[in-house]
């Protein structure tokens, strides 16, 4: 069931979103107004694990939330979403992957927005570059390779937040049959 939608009309626009407000008709029958955010690209989210069975992380100041501990993520650009996944990990972490593995789709704050995720297992790692053109531009002050128990405490106490790490790693706990 989608909620008819009567006019739409576009608020702004850059290359990475469109704002649209929609005059929609509600589930209870009722006229109303709705703005919604759509991503042009699809996201990927990489969860990127050792040998020694930890996580990658990395440390980025958000503009909207200032600091926040995630997996390397990125817009795919228009690229095949394993190719943004390649190119985000590398850019993020200067690290590859020998073996990728989708585990996940998913939708980013779906009461406003319209933005499809992938989650990608990368394991098989070997560090290559620094990766300091990609972190700095992104506003990454840290990578680390973090235990997978201590990242899933992390999540735990709070010190990871962000919504999309936390549901890429609950994804990567099923993948590893780390869960029921």
């Known amino acids: 069931m989608t909620w008819p ?4 009309r576009t608020v702004y626009e850059n290359q990475w979103i469109t704002v ?3 005059e929609v008709v509600r589930p209870d029958g009722h006229d109303g ?8 690209n699809d ?3 990489i969860v990127a694990m050792t040998d020694d ?3 990658l992380l990395v440390t980025v100041d958000r503009h909207t939330v200032g600091e926040s501990i995630e997996v390397p993520a990125g817009g795919t650009d228009g690229e095949e979403p394993i190719v943004a996944a390649r190119r985000e990990l590398l850019e993020e972490t200067g690290h590859e992957a020998s073996e990728w593995r989708e585990i996940g789709r998913m939708s980013a704050l779906n009461g406003i927005c319209r933005a499809a995720e992938i989650v990608y297992l990368a394991t098989g790692l070997r560090h290559v570059a620094s990766g300091a053109e990609g972190q700095a531009e992104e506003g990454i002050s840290s990578v680390r ?5 201590e990242a899933v405490q992390m999540v735990r106490s709070g010190e990871i937040t962000d919504g999309e790490t936390v549901a890429a790693l609950f994804y990567a706990a099923a993948a590893l049959g780390r869960i029921g």
């Open 53 to 55: 069975d930890e996580v």
């Open 145 to 149: 390779a973090v235990p997978w128990s």
């Open 5 to 8: 939608t009567r006019a739409r």
């Open 43 to 45: 996201a990927v989210f």
């Open 33 to 40: 107004i709705y703005g919604v955010v759509e991503l042009r």
């Open 20 to 22: 649209t407000e929609d």
